[in-house]
Every structure is written in structure tokens, then in C-alpha cells.
């Protein structure tokens, strides 16, 4: 069955950095668009996503230039590298695989909290 494990979250400090991944399993990986959501104060919302083949990535102006969403096929694993954090970050990380009609599998998340 398809499964999807994030992890690399944690307690960041303002301005620090943090590495996602999300290790996928049960189907072909490198098969499928793929995107991070995130589940904060002000609900849930899609921050990025990447092509199957890594070719083209989109971000959400929150995050664009600070964060980079990037993909190990050989490896099934989805990464999100997170730089100059900032307290409104703090949310549960989601990966999420992309089907034809939108979001169809979810991981259970990682928890980021930026704090001083």
C-alpha cells in the first residue's frame, strides 16, 4: 500500500534552517508529482511541488526563496530544505502525492516549531 513517512522536524530558532524528508513506498515513485503542505495557525495550506522527474518545482510566495523542495528518485525519498526560518513556519509538515485530481495520499506529518 502507498506510504509516506516525513521526518527532520523539530525546534529551529528564528533565522536557522531544517531538512525534511519523506521516504515513499507502494508505488512508483518516480512516477508522480509530488508537494509539502503545511497545517499552521491559519489552517492548511500547499507550499510546494515538484515533477516527477525533478524537471520544474512551484513554491508559494510565503516560502519561494527560502525554501527548496527536492527529489531522490533512485533513493524514493522527497526532501525540503528549509532556510532563514521564521516563527510563522511553525506548522505540521505534510508530503502528499499528486494524482490526477489533486492530493491523494498524505504522510502523518513532522512537527516545526520556530522559536527564540
Known amino acids: 500500500q502507498v506510504q509516506l513517512e516525513e521526518s527532520g522536524g523539530g525546534l529551529a530558532q528564528p533565522g536557522g534552517s531544517l531538512r525534511l524528508s519523506c521516504a515513499a513506498s507502494?508505488?512508483?515513485?518516480?512516477?508522480?508529482?509530488m508537494s509539502w503542505a503545511r497545517k499552521g495557525s491559519d489552517g492548511l495550506e500547499w507550499i510546494c511541488g515538484i515533477?516527477?522527474?525533478?524537471?520544474?518545482?512551484r513554491y508559494e510566495d510565503s516560502v519561494k526563496g527560502r525554501f527548496t523542495i527536492s527529489r531522490d528518485n533512485a533513493k524514493n525519498t522527497l526532501y525540503l530544505q528549509m532556510n532563514s526560518l521564521k516563527p510563522e513556519d511553525t506548522a505540521l509538515y505534510y508530503c502528499?502525492?499528486?494524482?490526477?485530481?489533486?492530493?491523494?495520499?498524505w504522510g502523518k506529518g513532522t512537527l516545526v516549531s520556530v522559536s527564540s
Open positions: 502528499a502525492r499528486v494524482a490526477f485530481a489533486g492530493m491523494d495520499y
Open positions: 507502494g508505488f512508483t515513485f518516480s512516477s508522480y508529482a
Open positions: 515533477y516527477s522527474d525533478g524537471s520544474e518545482t
